[in-house]
């Protein structure tokens, strides 16, 4: 069981957040973070890279001078790979390099990296990010207050918070995500992962990876 300070909008300790991180993730597999997060990085690659072969360059494809007899070294068209010019010998064409891990896979590791960050003391909670309007003034004196300003960091909501969210863009090195829409990379890439409460009674429950509308229609 791991404690975790509780902060208010103003950097203060408010209380105390009781938290055990086997019961999110039993085990933390590195092997199987590393298999996920390179999906991700792999989905995300747009494979567009294009170099154009001797047949698609242009130019004439007649003989630049006899086979013999000439004194030089035999030569084809113009568009050869040895010429300044020609096509390429052997090319790149645009690929797509995503592809999925089973789901299961996915989500257990999602779990594993939130489990990681509370283990090496890498969560910050907040009782609320206290933004009623989109300011980053106060998004960015907030993290200031609990210690992370200046490094990169997730700030994490219950759900969909267009305030925090347009509030929070602007800071670099800090991205904003709802819970249901966290995944392994967003999670390991920044330093600190700052969860609202109600965001984390989410992931306690296990319901972090479920839409608003969804967790309301199990409710009832």
Avoid: W
């Amino acid at each position: 069981m791991v404690s975790l300070p509780v902060y208010d909008a103003l950097g203060k300790v408010v209380g105390q957040y009781e938290i055990d991180p086997e019961k999110i993730a039993s085990a933390i597999n590195k092997q199987l973070l590393h298999d996920v997060v390179v999906m991700y990085q792999a989905n995300r690659r747009l494979g567009t890279k294009k170099a154009k072969t001797r047949g698609e360059v242009s130019g004439s494809t007649k003989k630049m001078y006899r086979q013999k007899g000439t004194g030089n070294a035999r030569a084809g068209s113009k568009r050869t790979n040895i010429r300044r010019g020609g096509g390429v010998a052997r090319t790149i064409a645009p690929r797509d390099y995503s592809y999925r891990l089973p789901r299961k896979a996915v989500q257990l590791a999602t779990r594993m990296a939130i489990a990681s960050k509370i283990v090496d003391g890498e969560m910050v909670v907040v009782e609320n990010f206290g933004v009623q309007e989109p300011k980053t003034k106060l998004v960015a004196g907030l993290l200031k207050a609990i210690g992370v300003g200046g490094t990169t960091a997730l700030l994490a909501t219950d759900r969909y918070d267009p305030v925090v969210y347009r509030s929070g863009r602007n800071i670099p090195g800090v991205e904003v995500r709802a819970v249901c829409d966290l995944n392994a990379l967003d999670i390991l890439r920044p330093k600190h992962m700052v969860v609202s409460r109600a965001a984390l009674d989410r992931i306690k429950a296990g319901t972090f990876n479920q839409r608003p509308d969804q967790v309301a229609a199990d409710a009832v």
